[in-house]
């Protein structure tokens, strides 16, 4: 029988690789280094079974996967798609969300303020693109959510610009270059892991 070790081992090269995960990214979810998979997948070292355990749910199979001969199964990638259509559909419902209270907000307001109240749309935008950021912070990918983060800096000031466009405040959009280089350099830093992350 095959070592248990050098199973394990495979099983953690081989279902990263079918998720279409680098190490990187990987690390980013489970909250380790990615030296310290690089070291699982070298067999340098074994994860605990606490870790198996937080890499079965991310993967979504049962612990004991992991010291069987693997072998991929086809419906794996249909039960992907549907979980990517789930989170879509969950994100697009929030956004949804944003845009009908701004439609009530546009018909209430059009008593009170009869040329002002188109404002509610204008930031419904970055309401839209905060609900994005935190659906994407939970499931998607850490590139998308800086993206997003850029599209709500300068939607926000766009709405604060159009909202207060009497007192002049063009100089708002000044403030948002800091605020979008901060958000580039972030792009370069990679999170530390939480648990463990050079000693596993």
């Not at 930031?123 to 499931?139: D, G």
Request: proline fraction near 4%.
């Amino acid at each position: 029988m095959e070592n248990i070790k050098e199973i394990v081992r495979e099983n953690l090269v081989k279902l990263r690789k079918e998720r279409k995960l680098t190490q990187i990214e990987l690390s980013q979810k489970i909250g380790y280094s990615d030296k310290a998979i690089s070291r699982w997948e070298t067999g340098e070292v074994t994860p605990d079974v606490e870790t198996l355990n937080a890499l079965a749910e991310l993967y979504g199979i049962p612990i004991a996967a992991f010291f069987e001969k693997y072998t991929p199964e086809r419906p794996k990638s249909t039960d992907e798609r549907q979980q990517i259509a789930r989170k879509i559909a969950v994100t697009l419902l929030g956004i949804v969300c944003v845009w009908f209270f701004a439609i009530i907000g546009y018909s209430r307001l059009g008593v009170l303020f009869h040329d002002r109240n188109w404002l509610v749309f204008i930031w419904a935008i970055p309401l839209s693109f905060a609900v994005a950021i935190y659906c994407n912070v939970k499931w998607g990918k850490r590139i998308v959510t800086l993206i997003l983060a850029s599209a709500l800096c300068w939607t926000l000031l766009l709405a604060i610009y159009l909202q207060f466009v009497e007192f002049h405040t063009f100089m708002t959009f000044v403030s948002g270059v800091p605020i979008q280089i901060g958000i580039i350099l972030l792009a370069f830093i990679r999170p530390t892991g939480k648990h463990k992350a050079e000693e596993a």
